[in-house]
């Protein structure tokens, strides 16, 4: 019901009862009703404040009747499964899931825990924008808890991915400072000095969130190479073998971190990895070395994330791969690095149509490999590829090299021109509709932080 549903090897009525119960009793039922705003705001991002309330309220309902001494021993069952009745019924006030019905197929238990294990998938944009101080300290003077509760709520579901703990740590001094501040002589000298010593986990919050979301709409190997084409762009004269430790690297940070209740983890491992990139990388490049040149490596990751791709380099054709590379055992390394070498070439390729090519090509191998005649078909397939993709891949470099060089209303005008002398020519309509579909693709995908799975649909 909380932070993370029991596994099914570990489930059982006494195993849940005794979590819940345990983290109850350890934090005290203003910390637990604290967490269980965020872990439920964080999985149902897309629940109203009130779907969220109605699901809390209950939850810590359960939890301080059935952990009290001397509690029924069938009390948090019983408490349970009638909550899991109220999810299933037709007016629920909890948040809608499209998954919901499959899960009330079931009975008992396992409804539970399936209902236990819905989760919105992550917004694509934040939505949570800061206050004013002075709207801070006025929503938190005319009513301190709904204040608190509405914040917890809108934050932890704007940043749903990033780590539980990163949110409770960020959440937590947050609300400290709001409380501090709104009551000191001196406010705004007092949120200047809270928001500095919040840098850090403020930074942390934000750039843990993105990767995460990265992680949880690629997996491992398809942000390992996110991670490689990303770097290729911002620095095209280092080689694959320099670049590719670090994307792994980078995959590991997630894999090890995304879903750790451990306090550091994020913090800790992408520290070490900004270290590792810089060490590599600084004398390599003057926008790398200025970047790592600050003193708080949190700020050095941010500003190595924020940067724009390089000019691209005159480098000749790549050589590619044969079909006896790529379906040998070494195949995945060999299309890696082809499409590394693409990603440096196309430095504004963004990161949605890379993580298409990259499908397609596991996609390819996996039908050409498995094939009577490898060599056939690759071939068949290198003419429609070499037909339709690399003009593809031209027109979406040219598009996002646009963007990111020219204000946004000169690219408007740049791209309206271009599509005009299009063959053949649009009807004024269609001019329309095409500028904005592009300049909606542009604006959403072609920076650095894109949202995955909204521009995987844009592409």
């Known amino acids: 019901l909380l932070t993370i549903p029991p596994s099914p090897s570990l489930s059982g009525k006494p195993y849940v009862q005794e979590k819940v119960c345990q983290e109850y009793k350890i934090l005290g039922k203003e910390n637990f009703r604290t967490l269980t705003i965020i872990a439920n705001s964080r999985k149902y991002s897309n629940g109203t404040f009130e779907e969220i309330g109605h699901l809390v309220r209950e939850i810590v309902s359960l939890a301080e009747t059935c952990c009290a001494d001397g509690a029924d021993p069938s009390c948090y069952d019983a408490g349970s499964t009638a909550l899991s009745v109220k999810s299933c019924s037709a007016g ?19 409804r539970k825990l399936c209902l236990a294990a819905l989760r919105h998938p992550p917004q694509p944009l934040s939505r949570y924008l800061q206050p004013s101080d002075r709207e801070l300290c006025h929503a938190f003077r005319q009513d301190p808890r709904e204040f608190a509760d509405r914040f917890l709520y809108e934050y932890a579901s704007s940043y749903s991915q990033a780590p539980l703990p990163v949110l409770l740590s960020s959440t937590t001094t947050f609300l400290s400072m709001v409380s501090t501040c709104c ?35 690629y997996g491992k190997d398809k942000v390992s190479f996110s991670y490689l084409a990303s770097l290729a762009q911002k620095i095209p004269a280092a080689s694959f073998e320099d670049l590719l430790p670090l994307a792994e690297d980078a995959a590991e940070v997630s894999s090890q971190c995304c879903d750790s209740m451990a306090e550091d ?27 790592c040149k600050g003193k708080n490596l949190m700020e050095n990751h941010f500003c190595i994330l924020a940067m724009l791709p390089a000019p691209a380099p005159k480098l000749p054709e790549p050589p590619e791969p044969t079909s006896k590379e790529l379906c040998a055992k070494e195949g995945a390394l060999h299309a890696t690095r082809f499409l590394f070498e693409l990603a440096r070439r196309h430095p504004s390729l963004p990161d949605a149509v890379l993580a298409k090519l990259y499908d397609s090509s596991r996609k390819l191998r996996g039908e050409c490999c498995s094939s009577k005649d490898p060599s056939a078909c690759w071939d068949s397939k290198h003419k429609r590829i070499e037909a339709e993709l690399f003009p593809f891949l031209e027109k979406a470099n040219q598009l996002c090299g646009l963007y990111n060089k020219l204000p946004f209303l000169e690219f408007k005008k ?10 053949p020519e649009p009807s004024p309509e269609q001019l329309e509709q095409l500028l904005e579909q592009r300049a909606s693709f542009a604006s959403s995908c072609c920076l650095p932080d894109a949202p995955p799975l909204l521009c995987a649909s844009k592409v």
């Open 183 to 217: 009551i000191s002589p001196a406010p705004t000298v007092c949120f200047l000095k809270e928001k500095l010593e919040r840098k850090t986990l403020s930074l942390l919050t934000l750039t843990s969130n993105r990767i995460c979301s990265r992680f949880s709409a």
């Open 92 to 110: 629920s006030p909890f948040p809608a899931h499209p998954g919901t019905a499959e899960c009330c197929a079931h009975e008992g238990l396992e």
């Open 414 to 423: 740049r791209l309206r021109e271009s599509l005009a002398q299009a063959e």
């Open 265 to 291: 983890c994020m913090q800790k491992k992408l520290l070490e990895h900004t270290a590792k990139v810089c060490s590599v990388l600084s004398a390599r490049d003057g926008r790398f070395a200025d970047c």
